[in-house]
């Protein structure tokens, strides 16, 4: 005998309700298994999913570093590879 007719009615498939977070639309999709997510998933649509990589790559959003980490550090020097600066 077999388990699967035994699981709860209201287990799956049922209502996904999320955000996009590009356009704010409220989505709400049938979710059928519990580890299948929306095609687009965060997104409600493939363009919203391009609006968002098109931000990051012009660089629209950025991970803030620590002042410390970049701005106080003098520029190194550094020679081509396999070049030696000294000179004879």
Same mark, same amino acid.
Not at 17 to 39: A, D, G, I, M, N
């Given at each position: 005998?077999?388990?699967?007719?035994?699981?709860?009615?209201?287990?799956?498939?049922? #209502?996904?309700?999320?955000?996009?977070?590009?356009? *704010?639309?409220?989505?709400?999709?049938?979710?059928? $298994?519990?580890?299948?997510?929306?095609?687009?998933?965060?997104?409600?649509?493939?363009?919203?999913?391009?609006?968002?990589?098109? /931000?990051?790559?012009? /660089?629209?959003?950025?991970? /803030?570093?620590?002042?410390?980490?970049?701005?106080?550090?003098?520029?190194? *020097?550094?020679?081509? /590879?396999? #070049?030696?600066?000294? $000179?004879?």
């Amino acid at each position: 005998m077999e388990d699967r007719d035994q699981t709860a009615p209201d287990e799956f498939p049922r #209502h996904l309700e999320f955000t996009c977070p590009t356009c *704010k639309r409220r989505v709400r999709v049938l979710q059928e $298994h519990p580890s299948k997510l929306p095609r687009f998933f965060p997104f409600c649509s493939e363009r919203c999913k391009l609006i968002d990589l098109g /931000a990051w790559l012009d /660089a629209g959003y950025r991970i /803030a570093s620590k002042p410390d980490e970049e701005s106080d550090r003098p520029a190194e *020097k550094s020679s081509p /590879a396999g #070049h030696s600066e000294s $000179h004879e």
